[in-house]
């Protein structure tokens, strides 16, 4: 049966197991998460398909995470600053902007398909070692200092925070989290990686015949 949870249409993609900031300002939105932080209750993060993030309602995408609030800060006209992190995927099967003064939406939580369990474990630790690879590029290339990402050994983990450290569009992210198993989530990011890596390879080049300067991409 489809469960019903606030939702918050945002311009961002939330992956589970990772961190989301908010700051909240808007009177619907502090009216939700109160209700959330009092009865400990997850909402939803749903990426933007058409809209915008404050005053009428967006048309969310289809998929998005849960997220469970961890910290909330009350500022004393009433904004809240909480760190939330991802949980569980979800589909949305019907949303409702009439019900409460925010976004209610009935969902059904997303599991990844069943799957051959070597094949999940290798294809993760190549798309892992091209992350790396790929991080310590843009790290350079932004002139920051070199560290490495932290990787479990779970896939289904990986492949989520492989996703969240892409530097690409939001549309291309969510792609990604719609992704129904570990191994076809996996296949996507290496062709991104790929893609990205020989990228920014060509800007370190570049860079070093021509002092193009630091690198930026949004």
């Known amino acids: 049966m489809p469960e019903e949870i606030p939702l918050f249409p945002l311009n961002t993609?939330?992956?589970?197991?990772?961190?989301?900031?908010?700051?909240?300002?808007?009177?619907?939105?502090?009216?939700?998460?109160?209700?959330?932080?009092?009865?400990?209750r997850p909402f939803g993060v749903v990426l933007i398909r058409?809209?915008?993030?404050?005053?009428?309602?967006?048309?969310?995408?289809?998929?998005?995470?849960?997220?469970?609030?961890?910290g909330?800060?009350?500022?004393?006209?009433?904004?809240l600053n909480i760190v939330t992190v991802?949980?569980?995927?979800?589909?949305l099967v019907n949303y409702y902007t009439d019900r409460q003064s925010?976004?209610?939406?009935?969902?059904?939580?997303?599991?990844?398909q069943s799957e051959h369990s070597e094949d999940a474990s290798?294809?993760?630790?190549?798309?892992g070692a091209m992350a790396q690879r790929y991080v310590a590029m843009v790290q350079a290339a932004s002139e920051q200092e070199l560290t490495?990402?932290?990787?479990?050994?779970?896939?289904e983990?990986?492949?989520?925070?492989?996703?969240?450290?892409?530097?690409?569009?939001?549309?291309?992210?969510?792609?990604?989290?719609?992704?129904?198993?570990?191994?076809?989530?996996?296949?996507?990011e290496k062709a991104i990686f790929e893609r990205e890596s020989a990228t920014i390879e060509d800007f370190l080049k570049r860079r070093k015949a021509g002092n193009l300067g630091p690198f930026s991409r949004n």
């Open 13 to 40: 993609v939330l992956f589970p197991g990772m961190p989301l900031p908010l700051h909240i300002f808007e009177p619907r939105y502090r009216e939700m998460i109160a209700l959330c932080s009092e009865e400990k």
């Open 50 to 70: 058409e809209g915008m993030e404050v005053g009428e309602a967006a048309k969310p995408f289809d998929v998005g995470t849960m997220a469970k609030i961890i």
């Open 72 to 79: 909330v800060d009350r500022l004393e006209d009433g904004r």
């Open 86 to 91: 991802g949980t569980r995927r979800f589909r």
């Open 102 to 112: 925010y976004v209610v939406g009935d969902v059904e939580i997303l599991d990844d």
């Open 122 to 127: 290798q294809l993760a630790r190549d798309v």
């Open 148 to 155: 490495p990402l932290e990787l479990t050994a779970n896939p």
């Open 157 to 188: 983990e990986i492949s989520y925070v492989l996703g969240a450290t892409l530097r690409i569009r939001n549309r291309e992210r969510q792609r990604i989290l719609e992704a129904g198993s570990t191994i076809e989530r996996l296949q996507l």
